[in-house]
């Protein structure tokens, strides 16, 4: 990075608290807005249609969406949820959407400052937050944003390595590159034999259907991604949160009665999910985004705990 931007590089936490708070307030109006986006691509991806046009308009009554309806967060708020027109109700969706779109900006600004590690970063959030609600609505992955996620993290990897001069912040080497080519294809084949595996054995238990998978094929497509943003070295750590989280919210679910019962995924797809079934994406997708925050914080505190870095109890027999 040359020398006169090092500015930009600079944290909030490294600046005047005044300039701090209106950093992070660039990022969290920036952020919101591209949320707002958002919510567009989770409502017309899956039905395959374009997210440039037409422009918004309320389901109910047709009518386009003006540009003071269509303010971040606040528009919600002073409609009273409400469209303008014909009062049909706005679902509550919409503003929290735009509200994790802020947040994704903030954070990204507070990890990275004004550069464009934090740009990788911030499109790596909004992907995964599309991803996670698409799935969780329809049960599928689209394949436009598996690619979107993998090409975020293999340009932005390449850009930070051809770009920055080695010890910059933000910096990667060509071994951070190849990690992260490792990690998509490694990730990506693992995941799929472990679908694999896992189906034939509750298909012969009679547990699924002969039609029936233990998972989706969009969740092998996920980690892929994930790995060509994270590299390989997070992968386990993604994994392992995600299948945590995924767990502990799952049997939650079940004992509530809330997946039995349900009916089609939408109206334009009348599939209907099996018993218990919890779409595996959004979990991913959290593991994700916990190890690209805290990952490299966690190694250090517990793989020497596990034998597996410097200091390791195990390792300490081997010496």
């Known amino acids: 990075?040359?020398?006169?931007?090092?500015?930009?590089?600079?944290?909030?936490?490294?600046?005047?608290?005044?300039?701090?708070?209106?950093?992070?307030?660039?990022?969290?109006?920036?952020?919101?807005?591209?949320?707002?986006?958002?919510?567009?691509?989770?409502?017309?991806?899956?039905?395959?249609?374009?997210?440039?046009?037409?422009?918004?308009r309320c389901p109910k009554c047709g009518t386009m969406i003006t540009a003071r309806d269509n303010i971040p967060i606040l528009s919600w708020i002073l409609l009273r949820a409400k469209c303008r027109v014909c009062s049909a109700p706005i679902s509550a969706r919409y503003p929290f959407v735009e509200l994790l779109g802020?947040?994704?900006?903030?954070?990204?600004?507070?990890?990275?400052?004004?550069?464009?590690?934090?740009?990788?970063?911030?499109?790596?959030?909004?992907?995964?937050?599309?991803?996670?609600?698409?799935?969780?609505?329809?049960?599928?992955?689209?394949?436009?944003?598996?690619?979107?996620?993998?090409?975020v993290g293999l340009g932005g990897g390449l850009l930070r390595w051809l770009l920055f001069s080695p010890g910059t912040a933000g910096a990667l080497t060509r071994g951070d590159v190849v990690d992260r080519v490792i990690g998509g294809v490694v990730a990506g084949i693992l995941l799929s034999a472990v679908v694999i595996v896992s189906t034939g054995i509750l298909r012969r238990t009679g547990r699924l259907g002969p039609d029936d998978t233990a998972m989706g094929w969009g969740d092998p497509m996920i980690i892929a991604g994930l790995g060509l943003c994270l590299?390989?070295?997070?992968?386990?750590?993604?994994?392992?949160?995600?299948?945590?989280?995924?767990?502990?919210?799952?049997?939650?679910?079940?004992?509530?009665?809330?997946?039995?019962?349900?009916?089609?995924?939408?109206e334009d797809d009348p599939w209907i999910p099996p018993d218990g079934a919890v779409p595996f994406g959004p979990f991913l997708a959290l593991g994700g985004l916990l190890a690209a925050f805290f990952g490299q914080a966690i190694h250090a505190r517990f793989l020497p705990l596990l034998g597996l870095g410097e200091g390791g109890v195990l390792l300490q027999y081997f010496e």
């Open 102 to 151: 802020g947040v994704a900006g903030a954070a990204a600004v507070a990890r990275w400052g004004l550069t464009l590690p934090a740009l990788e970063l911030f499109a790596f959030i909004l992907i995964l937050i599309a991803i996670s609600f698409i799935d969780l609505d329809t049960f599928t992955v689209p394949t436009s944003l598996v690619i979107a996620l993998g090409a």
């Open 231 to 266: 590299g390989w070295q997070l992968i386990p750590l993604t994994l392992f949160l995600a299948s945590v989280i995924g767990s502990v919210i799952g049997i939650g679910l079940q004992l509530s009665g809330k997946l039995k019962n349900r009916g089609p995924v939408s």
């Open 1 to 56: 990075m040359p020398p006169e931007l090092d500015i930009w590089s600079l944290t909030p936490r490294e600046l005047p608290t005044p300039l701090a708070v209106f950093v992070l307030g660039i990022g969290f109006v920036f952020g919101s807005l591209w949320g707002s986006f958002l919510n567009v691509v989770i409502a017309r991806v899956p039905k395959g249609q374009s997210v440039v046009t037409p422009r918004s």
